[in-house]
């Protein structure tokens, strides 16, 4: 069995992102390990940062991520 991918999605009104669990949504925070899917089936480990606006951090790059997308995520 292999582990399930979550949503992650940004909340205007708490200005954080906020995994979708277990029919909740839970605020993500700076400093927090990811797994971001980017294309196809796997997946990049990523560190979740808030500048001016949020980002993730990965060995290779930096990228911001855009409020009106919707991510998957293995946490």
Known sequence: M???WFLMTYDRDAECWM????????PMHCGEWLEIRIAGDGG???????????????NEARFYLRKK???????
């Open 2 to 4: 292999t582990d399930p």
């Open 19 to 26: 995994v979708h669990l277990d029919g909740g949504r839970y």
């Open 44 to 58: 990049i480990a990523c560190r979740l940062e808030l500048d001016r606006d949020w980002y993730v951090i990965t």
């Open 69 to 75: 997308d919707t991510y998957q995520i293995h946490i």
